[in-house]
């Protein structure tokens, strides 16, 4: 194996600068910042994107699979105006436990607004609304009260922001299903892995916490569905996604996924400090691993002390 190569700054640089191939597999969207998938996009590549949550999948429809859809002032306007003006009951009762109760209902009636546009613009309208539900959650505590913006006028700037960002270059498509099949089914020159974390979803939603990360998300891309917790951790029992009882257990899945994967002439694996002894053990089961590049992203990024392995 090389020598590790040690690259101080953003991870989607280091990528940029170390993927060459025209076309990109990524398994898990929804394990990194979409703005991953789509900086790749951005340099030309074809990118497929897969996720099995609602919310990663609706996210590369509206920002990766887009190729010029905006979502218009106008339209942006009639999601909303008169939005948390009635009281009546919560379509989805779970966002009481994402935002204060005086948010929440702004959030239930936008939500079941943004059903009516176009899949493109639900994607970035979906997108658009966690992250405004983000700035209610920042702005709960009753210090802020003299400074916090309307959330209206929050979701239209957040919009304002995703349509500078839709572009029509590279390509992108997105996926909705169990990661072993995507792998199967991909046709892309690489492989970019980031694996989920071995905690699981449920984990999570079982504490009885404020859900966040990709649970929260998914709260609020669901909507009013109703039963799809169950239906979520049946999809992912024993694979990613769900809860590891054992670090044996992770990496074994992790194998498994690799087995699947050798169709691909070249993956990229992004990997944590703590877990990159285990996962190049791991990888070298299947490839020589043919470079290395530690990378330091705590001063760029507030990040952490990681890994590209390249087989």
């Known amino acids: 194996m090389s020598q590790v190569k040690e690259y101080v700054g953003a991870e989607i640089m280091l990528l940029s600068k170390i993927l060459k191939s025209d076309s990109v597999a990524v398994p898990f969207g929804g394990r990194n910042p979409m703005w991953m998938p789509w900086w790749l996009k951005t340099l030309g590549k074809s990118v497929h994107v897969n996720d099995i949550l609602h919310y990663g999948y609706m996210d590369t429809v509206g920002m990766i699979e887009n190729d010029g859809v905006l979502l218009e002032k106008e339209t942006v306007a009639g999601l909303i105006e008169g939005l948390g003006n009635n009281s009546r009951a919560l379509e989805n009762p779970e966002l009481a436990k994402l935002v204060p109760p005086e948010d929440a209902l702004f959030f239930d009636q936008l939500r079941g607004r943004v059903e009516r546009l176009s899949p493109r613009q639900r994607g970035m309208a979906i997108r658009a609304g966690f992250n405004t539900i983000r700035y209610s959650q920042v702005m709960e505590s009753s210090r802020?009260?003299?400074?916090?913006?309307?959330?209206?006028?929050?979701?239209?700037?957040?919009?304002?922001?995703?349509?500078?960002?839709?572009?029509?270059?590279?390509?992108?498509?997105?996926?909705?299903?169990?990661?072993?099949?995507?792998?199967?089914?991909?046709?892309?020159?690489?492989?970019?892995?980031q694996f989920p974390v071995a905690t699981?979803?449920?984990?999570?939603?079982a504490t009885g916490a404020r859900p966040r990360g990709p649970l929260g998300r998914e709260i609020w891309a669901r909507g009013p569905s109703k039963n799809w917790m169950p239906e979520l951790r049946a999809a992912v029992k024993g694979t990613f996604g769900d809860r590891f009882t054992s670090r044996e257990a992770y990496f074994s899945a992790v194998a498994n996924m690799l087995e699947h994967s050798q169709n691909f002439p070249a993956w990229v694996i992004n990997?944590?400090?703590?877990?990159?002894?285990?996962?190049?053990?791991?990888?070298?089961?299947?490839?020589?691993?043919?470079?290395?590049?530690?990378m330091d992203t705590r001063e760029a990024s507030g990040g952490y002390m990681g890994y590209f392995?390249?087989?």
């Open 144 to 193: 802020f009260s003299n400074i916090r913006m309307p959330l209206g006028r929050v979701f239209e700037r957040e919009v304002e922001e995703l349509n500078k960002r839709v572009t029509s270059a590279g390509s992108g498509i997105a996926y909705r299903m169990n990661a072993i099949d995507f792998v199967q089914q991909a046709q892309a020159q690489a492989l970019y892995l």
């Open 200 to 205: 699981g979803l449920s984990t999570e939603y």
């Open 271 to 294: 990997v944590e400090e703590a877990d990159y002894p285990d996962m190049v053990r791991t990888i070298s089961k299947f490839r020589k691993p043919k470079a290395v590049h530690r």
């Open 309 to 311: 392995v390249m087989a």
